[in-house]
Every structure is written in structure tokens, then in C-alpha cells.
């Protein structure tokens, strides 16, 4: 968790950048503009004052596990409200076929997340932290998964690869590089947990701190009713997660 000083020096440091006419960052345009916009300066102030890594030449990799904090949107400002770090989970014990030792498993019957993560080795399934099975409401509940990668040189390539349950949308440095999946379309939904889809993210990195986000969201599918009550389920009945990794080069 982040400390009282550097949470207080967070949140004087992010006011006064996002008052700031000569900000570096501007308002993003992805869903919910300002917030994702004091997301970005709060998450990167917070994770650069306190334990942002630091890259010094060459190629690194990173994937989703337990290290990435997870933020919520809120009606106040700065609009985003850091919750504490993913944890890893699975749809039953089977499944996925890597289900890591002391994940949270949800108790969903079936087969489910059959991506294959060969390319991003390391990588688990993960989403917010004290989610149960019996968690409720868990259709359209949405996450921030989020990582600042600081690099000493100029980036020359970036790749990311991602599978979701049911919808996720990756953001660099405030700008949205690609989505997949759909809260709406089941079928939609399923092909997006069923397979990695690759972004490239080299036009979006810069040197120094970059901020990597997720936006991740479950759909209204399996026990919830997508008419009448679309977050009347909870997790052991529609299942939510997401798995990512990739590689920047830099020089």
C-alpha cells in the first residue's frame, strides 16, 4: 500500500499537474476522459515517487500477475481511487490449464479461458483484489490495471498481448491503443478469452515513465440478466479476468 507521506505528496504533486496549462498530459479521450486523465498523473506520480522499476538498456518483458495495482473510478476528484494489487484467479481448478497454486477460484462448472499463453510466459489470469466467487455484483464490474515501466532510452518497438474475460481495452500513456471482446456479444466475449490478440504499442511509448493500463470489464452474461438486471450474479456464475504480456525494446 502506499504510504500516508507519499500518498499526500501524491496528491499535491497530481493537483497541481493537473492544473497546470503546460502538463505534459493532456486529457486523454477514452471513456471517462478526466478521470482517466487524473489515473494517469496520480498512477504515475504515485508508482514513480515510490516503486516505479527502472529498465536500463535493451529489451524488457512484463505480464499480468500480482504486482499490478488495480484503481476504480469515483465521483470525486482526482476520480480514481487506488484499491490495492491484482490477485489471481481461475474459473475452477481445471481451468485455465496454468491455474497458479492459491488462486481465487470461482467455482464456475465448466471449461473456460483456453487461450493459449505460450507467448507470454509468466503470464496468469488476474483481477481485483477480495473478489470471491460469491462477489455481487459481478456483471459490468470494471478494473484499472495499471504499471509504470520507466525506460532509459528511446523505445524502438513494443508489443502486447492480451485475452479477457469479457472486455479490455489497453491504454499507454493515456492514449487507447485497442480493445477486444464485448460486454454486449456473448460470442464476442468468448472469442476474446479463447485467444491472445497482439497490439503494438511502439507509437504510444516514450523515454522515461510509461504508464501501462488495462481497462478491464465483465459482461452481463451467465447468471445475470442483461434486460431487467445485468449485475444480478455474482462471480461463480459469470466469471471475469484478464491475461496480458509483452516486450519493449529500447535503445
Given at each position: 500500500m502506499?504510504?500516508?507521506?507519499a500518498?499526500?505528496?501524491l496528491r499535491?504533486?497530481?493537483?497541481?499537474?493537473a492544473k497546470?496549462?503546460q502538463s505534459?498530459?493532456p486529457?486523454?479521450r477514452?471513456?471517462?476522459?478526466p478521470?482517466?486523465?487524473?489515473?494517469?498523473?496520480?498512477?504515475?506520480?504515485?508508482?514513480?515517487?515510490v516503486?516505479?522499476p527502472?529498465?536500463q538498456?535493451g529489451?524488457?518483458t512484463?505480464?499480468?500477475?500480482q504486482t499490478w495495482?488495480?484503481?476504480?473510478?469515483?465521483?470525486t476528484?482526482?476520480?480514481?481511487?487506488?484499491?490495492g494489487f491484482a490477485?489471481?484467479?481461475?474459473?475452477?481448478p481445471l481451468?485455465p490449464?496454468n491455474?497458479?497454486a492459491?488462486?481465487?477460484l470461482?467455482?464456475?462448472?465448466?471449461i473456460?479461458?483456453?487461450?493459449n499463453?505460450?507467448n507470454?510466459?509468466g503470464?496468469?489470469?488476474?483481477?481485483?483484489?477480495r473478489?470471491t466467487?460469491?462477489t455481487?455484483?459481478?456483471?459490468?464490474?470494471?478494473f484499472f490495471?495499471?504499471k509504470?515501466?520507466?525506460?532509459?532510452?528511446a523505445?524502438?518497438?513494443?508489443i502486447?498481448?492480451?485475452a479477457?474475460d469479457d472486455?479490455?481495452e489497453?491504454?499507454v500513456?493515456?492514449k487507447?491503443v485497442g480493445a477486444?471482446g464485448?460486454?454486449?456479444d456473448?460470442?464476442?466475449?468468448?472469442a476474446?478469452?479463447s485467444?491472445?490478440?497482439?497490439?503494438?504499442i511502439?507509437?504510444?511509448?516514450i523515454?522515461?515513465p510509461?504508464l501501462i493500463?488495462?481497462r478491464?470489464?465483465?459482461?452481463?452474461f451467465?447468471?445475470?440478466?442483461?434486460?431487467?438486471?445485468?449485475t444480478n450474479c455474482?462471480?461463480a456464475t459469470?466469471?471475469?479476468g484478464v491475461?496480458?504480456?509483452?516486450?519493449i525494446?529500447?535503445q
Open positions: 502506499i504510504g500516508g507521506t500518498m499526500r505528496r499535491v504533486k497530481a493537483t497541481r499537474l497546470s496549462p505534459s498530459y486529457t486523454c477514452v471513456e471517462g476522459g478521470a482517466m486523465y487524473c489515473l494517469l498523473v496520480a498512477v504515475i506520480v504515485a508508482t514513480w515517487l516503486w516505479a527502472q529498465a538498456a529489451t524488457i512484463f505480464h499480468s500477475n495495482q488495480v484503481w476504480i473510478k469515483t465521483n476528484f482526482p476520480f480514481v481511487r487506488f484499491i490477485q489471481n484467479v481461475c474459473p475452477s481451468s490449464t491455474c497458479p492459491g488462486a481465487t470461482y467455482g464456475f462448472p465448466g473456460s479461458w483456453t487461450a499463453l505460450s507470454i510466459p503470464a496468469t489470469w488476474i483481477w481485483a483484489p473478489v466467487g460469491a455481487t455484483p459481478a456483471g459490468l464490474a470494471q490495471f495499471v509504470v515501466l520507466t525506460l532509459s532510452g523505445p524502438t518497438a513494443g502486447i498481448h492480451v479477457v472486455f479490455a489497453v491504454i500513456n493515456g487507447p477486444i464485448s460486454v454486449t456473448e460470442s464476442v466475449a468468448s476474446a478469452q485467444s491472445l490478440t497482439s497490439f503494438n511502439t507509437p504510444f511509448l523515454t522515461g510509461n493500463a488495462i478491464a470489464r465483465n459482461g452481463s451467465g447468471g445475470c440478466n442483461p434486460n431487467s438486471n445485468p455474482t462471480y459469470n466469471p471475469a491475461v496480458f504480456g509483452g516486450s525494446e529500447f
